[in-house]
């Protein structure tokens, strides 16, 4: 690819969750002004299907010129471990068997139908891995291509959250979606440690709540002062505790970068 044609490259950068499809233009690594927008999906029981169907159906009538796609997933959808260290991992075939083995451990035989996925972590560190349903996968996938899109990533929405943080080297950082929290820690330019939970729409007690309860389990997180806050909840909170520090966001498609996940 030449230098102009990377400096040209336009993807337009989608976010899938239960109740909308946001999107946003990205050229030469910023989102275009004005070209952001929001899609509402009726969507009760937070169905992955009925959210799929909205992607397709804004791909039906997006006039686009068949840009390419980088899509991030909500957390709802995507089951997320922090796994050991094993040998197996140094094979592709040994690793998807590992890698099955640990999910089904945690979640029950149902992660058998799963993709999984790791990020790239020194050898002999603990990597963090990502489960999602395979057709909902293959489903983004066969949407994409049924419209001629080529889909550049599909990743759980922690990921470019993660990654539009990194730089600042937050000790640790929360993510809160509709009806989710994230609280994870950080060292290295790695997520070194994940909690994730359920949460309602008065989620500030919550996020002090899952945090004090995870320091129990983890008391060297009692040395961390500041926790930064990346709210696509859509609810606001006015009394969250000082240990909390919103960054500005102007959406959930606005933090995609480089995909970290393929």
């Known amino acids: 690819m030449s230098l102009i044609e990377r400096v040209t490259r336009a993807t337009v950068c989608l976010h899938l969750a239960p109740h909308g499809l946001d999107g946003v233009l990205r050229r030469a690594g910023r989102p275009l002004p004005d070209s952001a927008f929001h899609l509402p999906i009726l969507n009760p029981d937070a169905s992955w299907e009925v959210a799929l169907g909205a ?8 006039g686009g010129k068949k840009l390419p796609l980088a899509v991030s997933l909500a957390s709802r959808w995507c089951a997320m471990l922090m796994l050991p260290w094993s040998g197996a991992l140094l094979d592709q075939t040994s690793a998807q068997r590992f890698l099955h083995s640990q999910f089904a451990a945690v979640y029950g035989d149902g992660a058998r139908a799963w993709r999984l996925a790791t990020d790239d972590a020194p050898y002999g560190k603990p ?3 990502c489960g999602i349903d395979a057709a909902l ?5 066969d949407a994409a291509a049924a419209h001629g899109r080529r889909c550049l990533s599909i990743e759980p929405i922690v990921g470019p959250a993660w990654r539009s943080i990194a730089g600042s080297k ?11 929290l994230l609280l994870a820690t950080s060292s290295g330019g790695r997520i070194t440690a994940l909690h994730s939970q359920s949460c309602g729409a008065a989620w500030g007690e919550e996020l002090d709540s899952a945090w004090r309860r995870w320091n129990l389990r983890a008391p060297q997180l009692d040395a961390i002062e500041h926790v930064t806050l990346i709210d696509l909840s859509g609810v606001p909170q006015e009394d969250l505790t000082g240990r909390f520090q919103p960054v500005p966001v102007a959406g959930a498609a606005h933090l995609m970068r480089e995909a970290a996940w393929a």
Not at 137 to 141: A, E, F, K, T
């Open 55 to 62: 992607l397709r159906g804004w791909l039906e009538q997006d």
């Open 127 to 129: 990597r963090l891995a």
């Open 137 to 141: 996968l293959q489903g983004v996938q």
């Open 170 to 180: 937050p000790a640790a950082f929360a993510l809160v979606e509709a009806g989710r």
